[in-house]
């Protein structure tokens, strides 16, 4: 007989039909002369009800059954007797895979958020962390469906880079070990080998590579690891993320928003349709407020502020902020918070900000002093979208890059682009952690990356 998955018995409107599935044990509870074993496959939040009498075969061994434990069930669907499920499933064979022994860390009790990073590997099993990381799948297939939709192409930017993107200098440095290292066996190895023949390093963002993709296919986008060695141990930050970057041609600021607020619409709008099981642990346990908030965020229009009148309305608000800001000042968490939370209770398009805390490749404004930038900020998390148009123009993109001690010869390509067939472009990158962050309402960015990499932190 087939196997088929909890999600799809679940699914079931015929009472009869008989299944045959694998899963995990929850819990067992026993009677005199059956049991009620709980299962869960990940294939979904619920589990199935199973009720394994005595008249079947090993009873005996079923009644060891443990939390944890490994099992494959051939039986018939019945209406529930209990209250809570619909449905439930009459065993005729149970067949026992494995017994988890009792050591095992996920028994029936709630876990802190700190106790479960501890152990990465099992947290999945549990529900929260198991509904996380579904709603990260579902939602990685929807951010290639609205690209797809509109014409876009998924490009596949390198990881190993030459450049720094974002001129932080937060990169880590790529080294193969010594050819007379003592290496691995033992004694300390040497890792001073540049195999490129100079320094490279893990991509900071992929944004380089999709313009130069822009510039030949129209609109593109790319989805991937990024890195970044910021020592900056908040729980919005992460040493390895997730970065969607849509690039387009033939695009300023303006249309560039239009996309990005729509992108965001879109991904939440498409978890509430296709997660709503999921989503409503979320809105139960971890954020009372979180289906407003989605709501809020997949219909309402988005704020467009310049920099300029953000620095006001934060300086006039009367709030004794950490950080003081002031124009040539980047905003702060707590400034992009009270912007979206408290002033204007919805997302906030902040653009033209100063130029001196901006990259270079940010398009310079008629007032020479702003550069064509935006970030999107949401409430909870603040900055979700970085982006900009990016600056087409040879002589202004030179003269930015010497004011900012950039080689031209190491960017010989990226220049190349603007001396043929040069046109204005735009994209923006989109921390997905942080929508993941966004649509669950978790708000610590561990939780919602598989094994996450932070500052001296790597156990799996
Ligand atoms: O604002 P950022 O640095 O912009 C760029 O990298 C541009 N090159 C993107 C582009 O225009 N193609 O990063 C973009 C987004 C941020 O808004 C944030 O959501 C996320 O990436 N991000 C991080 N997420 C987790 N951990 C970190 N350390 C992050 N740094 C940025
Ligand atoms: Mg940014």
């Known amino acids: 007989m087939k196997r088929t998955k909890i999600i799809e018995i679940l699914k079931s409107d015929v009472p009869g039909d008989k299944f045959f599935f694998k899963g995990w044990v929850r819990t067992r509870r026993d009677s005199k002369t059956f049991s009620f074993i709980e299962i869960n496959d990940g294939s979904c939040l619920k589990n199935i009800q199973v009720v394994a009498d005595d008249t079947l075969e090993h009873y005996e061994d079923i009644k060891k059954l443990t939390t944890g434990s490994a099992i494959a069930v051939t039986g018939t669907l019945i209406e529930s007797r209990g209250k809570g499920q619909k449905w439930e499933i009459q065993a005729e064979k149970a067949e026992i895979i494995s017994i988890a022994p009792d050591t095992y860390p996920l028994q029936k009790k709630r876990h802190t958020d700190e106790f479960l990073r501890t152990i990465a590997h099992l947290r999945p099993r549990t529900n929260k962390y198991g509904a996380a990381f579904r709603i990260r799948s579902e939602l990685s297939y929807a951010v290639h469906k609205f690209f797809r939709d509109r014409g876009f192409r998924y490009l596949h930017s390198p990881i190993i880079t030459g450049s720094d993107c974002e001129g932080a200098g937060e990169m880590f440095r790529v080294t193969t070990l010594a050819p007379d290292s003592p290496s691995k066996k033992d004694g300390k190895p040497d890792y001073a080998q540049d195999f490129f023949g100079k320094e490279t390093n893990l991509t900071v963002s992929g944004q380089l590579s999709a313009e130069m993709f822009a510039l030949s296919l129209g609109d593109v986008y790319t989805f991937g690891p990024t890195f970044r060695a910021e020592n900056s141990n908040t729980r919005r930050h992460a040493a390895e993320f997730w970065m969607v970057e849509p690039e387009m041609a033939f695009c300023d600021l303006t249309e560039n928003m239009e996309i990005a607020e729509a992108f965001i619409k879109y991904l939440s709008s498409y978890v509430m349709e296709e997660c709503p099981e999921d989503l409503e642990l979320f809105a139960k346990f971890v954020d009372k407020t979180l289906m407003r908030t989605l709501e809020n965020i997949a219909s309402s229009e988005y704020v467009r502020l310049p920099y300029k009148a953000a620095v006001k309305i934060l300086n006039r608000s009367g709030k ?21 939370e408290k002033h204007f209770k919805k ?6 900000y100063p130029k001196d805390i901006k990259p270079f490749y940010m398009r310079v404004n008629d007032d020479g002093e702003t550069v064509a930038a935006m970030d999107v900020l949401v409430p909870g998390v603040g900055e979700i979208i970085g982006g900009s148009q990016r600056e087409e123009r040879l002589d202004v993109l030179k003269s930015r890059m010497n004011e900012m001690g950039l080689s031209q010869e190491n960017y010989w390509w990226y220049l190349d682009t603007r001396k043929f067939g040069t046109v204005p472009h735009s994209g923006f990158g989109l921390g997905f952690e942080r929508l993941i962050m966004l649509v669950t309402g978790i708000r610590n960015i561990r939780d919602v990356i598989p094994f996450p990499r932070t500052p001296n932190s790597i156990e799996f």
Do not use: M, W
Request: net charge negative.
């Open 347 to 352: 997302p906030v398009i902040v653009y033209d």
């Open 320 to 340: 004794k902020f950490d950080y003081p800001v002031d124009f040539g000042k980047d905003l702060q968490s707590e400034h992009e918070r009270h912007l979206t």
